[in-house]
T-cell receptor, first 107, second 111 residues
Framework: DAKTTQPNSMESNEEEPVHLPCNHS???????IHWYRQLPSQGPEYVIH???SNVNNRMASLAIAEDRKSSTLILHRATLRDAAVYYC????????FGAGTRLTVKP | DVKVTQSSRYLVKRTGEKVFLECVQD?????MFWYRQDPGLGLRLIYF???????EKGDIPEGYSVSREKKERFSLILESASTNQTSMYLC??????????FGSGTRLTVV
């Protein structure tokens, strides 16, 4: 079973920030938090990952709660190309996916 | 960039046929994975492998087998294809505990 919980869907307006939440209350001390996204008709692609500290890259930011039981993927300015299913995963020796969050971006 | 290549984008097979789905990665990754993706069910792990000739069952291995004779190649085998195996199949690879790279997927239809 997936170890993470995400909302089924979210909507955003273009050019606005988006905060995608993920709960992982059973996370262990060595689990990395990974985020992937899947665009239509493509395989999932890596977005970002972190362990304890907040992380930034060119695609997004990852904010990790102090107790590590939740995290938030932040898209600073959503574009139409960001419409996808976003998956939050705990990375141990194998990776189970949940259903993810389907992000809709409105023009 | 790491590339994971799946041999076919679309495949149509008949019920009872033996089907091979091939996956090749070019970055010397130890770990390789096979998932299937169905509407409303997300990605489900079928099999994975941590090294050559090693394999582990995922959550839905029934009706499937795998082969990993070389590090770069991980094959998924449907011994006797059935209509309920119609799905999108995704292969992925990773280096140890780092991020995963996925292929573009093979959409298999069993008629």
């Amino acid at each position: 079973d997936a170890k993470t919980t995400q909302p089924n869907s979210m909507e955003s307006n273009e050019e606005e920030p988006v905060h995608l939440p993920c709960n992982h209350s059973t996370i262990s001390g060595t689990d990395y938090i990974h985020w992937y996204r899947q665009l239509p008709s493509q395989g999932p692609e890596y977005v970002i990952h972190g362990l304890t500290s907040n992380v930034n890259n060119r695609m997004a930011s990852l904010a990790i709660a102090e107790d590590r039981k939740s995290s938030t993927l932040i898209l600073h300015r959503a574009t139409l190309r960001d419409a996808a299913v976003y998956y939050c995963i705990l990375r141990d020796n194998d990776m189970r996916f949940g259903a993810g969050t389907r992000l809709t971006v409105k023009p | 960039d790491v590339k994971v290549t799946q041999s076919s984008r679309y495949l149509v097979k008949r019920t009872g046929e033996k089907v091979f789905l091939e996956c090749v990665q070019d970055m010397d990754h130890e770990n390789m994975f096979w998932y299937r993706q169905d509407p409303g069910l997300g990605l489900r792990l079928i099999y994975f492998s941590y090294d050559v000739k090693m394999k582990e069952k995922g959550d839905i291995p029934e009706g499937y087998s795998v082969s990993r004779e070389k590090k770069e190649r991980f094959s998924l085998i449907l011994e006797s294809a059935s209509t309920n195996q119609t799905s999108m199949y995704l292969c992925a690879s990773s280096l140890l505990l780092y991020g995963y790279t996925f292929g573009s997927g093979t959409r298999l239809t069993v008629v």
